[in-house]
């Protein structure tokens, strides 16, 4: 039997679930600098004063959707992964870049407010920071097994980089050499470099077959991180 607290949190899961699914048809047609609480009070038929009982300003609403964001592309990595298993330590780094490309391509503005241009006036608490590394946790797994199990090929750093290189392997990826905890900064630069060149439209006219080309540019990374393809 439902209790009536229950009722009460399931009627709240669904009223929060239509806010922030009203708050992303906004960001798709307006962007994420206009998004506004009593727009999307007035699309749900809904009173200000009643929206802000669940998000009480819009850098709520935005985090709200900013983790959500960020918690889906992470899933999509880590189901990427674990489908991958058994796979050489440089095939599952690839499919776990492919499977952030697709998120991207069907998550465009989602993308976009969490790896597009910054939102004036927003400042992303460090409640995003767990979900947003939950991508680069994957990546820097593989790395670790395959550090373990054979080593990685490395590329020495140049010694003026030395000391933050090895500030980047404790703090980042503690147990990496410097030199890997370099070339992961690297590659995870260039991986969204190269999906944000794709989805804000930066490749047309000069890449045509773009998923054979990410396909190529990620084993291009593995082998910069120092995983090696059979």
């Known amino acids: 039997m439902t209790t009536p607290q229950g009722a009460r949190a399931r009627a709240r899961m669904e009223v929060t679930t239509a806010i922030k699914d ?12 206009k998004l506004s609480l009593r727009a999307v009070a007035r699309e749900l038929g809904m009173v200000s004063s009643a929206l802000y009982r669940y998000f009480p300003s819009r850098d709520d609403l935005l985090t709200a959707l ?43 503005h989602e993308y976009a407010l969490i790896y597009g241009s910054p939102v004036p ?4 608490p460090d409640t995003t920071i767990p979900p947003a590394a939950r991508v680069a946790l994957v ?40 030199e890997v905890a370099v070339a992961m900064a690297a590659a995870w630069a260039q991986l969204f ?9 930066q490749f047309k006219g ?25």
């Open 193 to 201: 470099g190269l999906v944000g060149f794709e989805l804000f439209g």
């Open 206 to 230: 000069v890449v045509e077959d773009r998923e054979q080309f990410f396909r190529h540019a990620a084993a291009q990374l593995a082998h910069g991180v120092g995983l090696v393809f059979p």
């Open 22 to 33: 009203e708050a992303r048809r906004q960001l798709a047609a307006e962007g994420a600098a």
């Open 66 to 108: 900013i983790i959500d964001a960020y918690d889906s592309l992470g899933e999509a990595a880590e189901t990427a992964h674990a489908a991958a298993a058994g796979l050489p330590s440089a095939e599952r780094w690839v499919a776990v870049c492919e499977a952030v490309r697709r998120w991207a391509l069907a998550h465009p």
């Open 121 to 124: 006036g927003y400042a992303a």
């Open 139 to 178: 990546l820097i797994g593989i790395l670790r097994e395959a550090f373990e199990r054979r080593g990685l090929a490395r590329t020495p750093v140049p010694a003026g980089l030395a000391p933050e290189a090895r500030r980047m392997a404790d703090e980042l990826v503690p147990g990496l050499p410097p």
